[in-house]
């Protein structure tokens, strides 16, 4: 008789389920290729302060889209965007009827990003070809969709993603990477973007809190700016940083700010 069995379909009747848990090697890997593709730049600020602000390189220009996906109560962001740059920017969010503010280089869509395009659902590659046909102009990816981002990312090759020069990307719940199965699917996520893409700056979101896994400090959420490896050549370097950088500020002024642990980014 299979006693693991027997007990895991006990617990799943009581609403439980056993997971894998993830080894130190694995982890530390994972953590190790973030700090590997970790380059320090100088950054610029653009949006609100607190929540709906981001850091990101000083490569903008009138010559970028913005694809926000997620947009909520707060537009901050596309909205300097638009008065600093003169950039278009493509929103999109099913959960609200109408955006939070009007501009003329707007334009939205009530549906969610997903992994497919069906119903109130619509994949990144359809939605930039729908909203540009086959422009090539610069494009950020600015992604805040709780959760959401892992199914994108699933689903979206390496190809796709690379036609974006710059990625703003919120991960949830990485407190989930004490499970195998979550650290193997995010780890794949990541792989992919490194394929055309490095790091240049991490902020950890201080409403979610910060765990510890495996002796290993671990933010549940981060937002992370990504550059397209090619554009890395235009930007100034700086040798060295610090985090938090002196623009970043907390999303919730109410909470501690965390700081993203050092095995993180520090070379």
């Known amino acids: 008789m299979n006693f693991k069995l027997i007990i895991k379909k006990i617990l799943f009747k009581l609403g439980l389920n056993v997971e894998k848990i993830s080894s130190s090697e694995d982890l530390n890997y994972f953590i190790s290729q973030f700090k590997k593709n970790y380059k320090y730049t100088e950054l610029i600020r653009v949006g609100a302060n607190n929540d709906g ?33 003169n950039i278009k920017s493509f ?12 501009d003329k280089n707007f334009f939205f869509i009530k549906k969610f990003l997903g992994s497919k395009t069906y119903g109130k659902y619509i994949c990144l590659e359809d939605w930039v070809s729908q909203s540009i046909k086959n422009d090539q102009n610069h494009k950020i ?6 959760g959401s981002e892992y199914e994108v990312l699933t ?19 990485l ?10 699917m995010i780890s794949a996520n990541f792989q992919k973007i490194f394929c055309n893409f490095s790091i240049c700056h991490v902020h950890p979101n201080n409403v979610s809190g910060l765990y510890d896994i495996k002796n290993i400090k671990i933010p549940s959420c981060i937002e992370v700016t990504f550059i397209k490896n090619d554009l890395l050549s235009d930007i100034k370097k700086v040798k ?22 050092e095995i993180w980014w520090k070379n």
């Open 53 to 85: 602000g981001y850091l990101l390189p000083d490569i903008l220009n009138e010559n970028f889209y913005c694809f926000s996906a997620g947009v909520g109560n707060i537009s901050k962001f596309e909205k300097q965007l638009s008065e600093n740059y």
């Open 91 to 102: 929103m999109i969010d099913a959960s609200i009827d109408s955006l939070p503010e009007n």
């Open 141 to 146: 990816l600015q992604m805040d969709i709780e």
């Open 155 to 173: 689903f979206e090759s390496a190809e796709s993603l690379s036609q974006f020069s710059l990625m703003i990307i919120e991960f949830h719940g």
């Open 175 to 184: 407190q989930n990477l004490s499970s195998r199965n979550f650290l193997r």
């Open 240 to 261: 060295n940083i610090n985090l938090p950088h002196l623009l970043d500020q907390k999303t919730s002024e109410q909470k501690k700010d965390i700081r993203m642990p």
